[in-house]
């Protein structure tokens, strides 16, 4: 994005202006300013980061899950008799000293996900939280990148400790160790592209007002001082009038109709003469009696 500051249009200089089609009945019309191309593409680029680095923490979360119950979490079915058996249940992802290792593992992914679901439900739901979107889920993603930080340093030294026994499942535990860490640092890059886009889309918005301040009130830069700024019109615009005033495209108005020269009469009217006198009709002879 361009740190120029907004050109100050000078007084009596000639704007182009384009003109928009009205929107369609029921389009639901934006009160903020839109944004230049060149700046609407910048802004894309962090969002498209952002987006993937949404659909990374997740995937993560996902796999946790995924890993843990298929193949660190082990419940056999342990025979007592002919008719009976007992359930063995055991966590491949830390010692017989933290059974609870591995529901600990479930539980910070399926917070995780569900905490995600919940921001962007209340998102949609306050059409962006007014405009605070971005705000709410920076905060949101600290707050998850703290959360991801914590279950993945107690899941390490977890691991370290089976491993040191010599548990089997030693791949599936680093694994779990590192998408633990990978999340962590996706929730971390996602509050700093939120960040990033606040501070990006807050000062286009300020320049874009600035600029249309500055062709409304006009004012700076001319040698008399302020002044409004003159705006051109588009191609066509207003349309030409016709004969009579009339805009063209509108049919003519009819002319008005004369009455009928009387019986025995001429040229009715009477036209005006050169001074604008009207001349006396001469009267109408009348027949004799018989």
């Not at 089609?21 to 700046?39: C, D, F, K, M, Q």
């Not at 529901?103 to 306050?126: D, E, M, N, P, R």
């Not at 791949?171 to 990006?200: D, E, M, P, Y």
């Amino acid at each position: 994005m361009s740190s120029n500051p907004p050109t100050m249009p000078v007084q009596g200089q000639t704007l182009p202006v384009t003109m928009p089609p009205p929107p369609a009945i029921g389009t639901p019309v934006s009160w903020r300013p839109i944004l230049p191309p060149e700046i609407t593409r910048k802004i894309r680029k962090w969002q498209l980061i952002n987006f993937a680095l949404t659909l990374l923490q997740l995937i993560c979360s996902i796999a946790v899950i995924s890993i843990i119950s298929n193949q660190l979490q082990v419940v056999r079915a342990v025979p007592l008799g002919a008719t009976s058996a007992k359930w063995s249940y055991s966590c491949l992802l830390a010692t017989s000293e933290h059974p609870q290792t591995c529901q600990y593992a479930y539980s910070i992914a399926s917070v995780s996900i569900f905490a995600g679901f919940v921001v962007s439900l209340f998102q949609c739901l306050t059409l962006d939280c007014c405009g605070m979107g971005r705000v709410v889920e920076s905060t949101f993603d600290l707050f998850a990148a703290m959360w991801w930080i914590a279950g993945a340093s107690t899941i390490t030294a977890r691991a370290e400790e089976a491993s040191f026994a010599q548990i089997p499942g030693e791949g599936w535990r680093q694994a779990v160790v590192a998408i633990s860490w990978l999340a962590s640092a996706a929730f971390l890059a996602l509050f700093v592209t939120n960040i990033v886009l606040v501070s990006k889309i807050g000062k286009a918005f300020k320049e874009v007002q600035a600029q249309q301040a500055a062709m409304m009130a006009g004012g700076g830069g001319g040698a008399g001082g302020g002044g409004a700024v003159q705006l051109a019109m588009p191609t066509g615009y207003p349309p030409a009038s016709g004969p009579g005033g009339a805009p063209v495209g509108y049919p003519a108005a009819p002319a008005p109709a004369l009455a009928a020269a009387p019986a025995g009469g001429s040229a009715y009217p009477p036209v005006p003469g050169p001074s604008g006198e009207v001349p006396v009709p001469p009267p109408i002879a009348k027949g004799k009696k018989k």
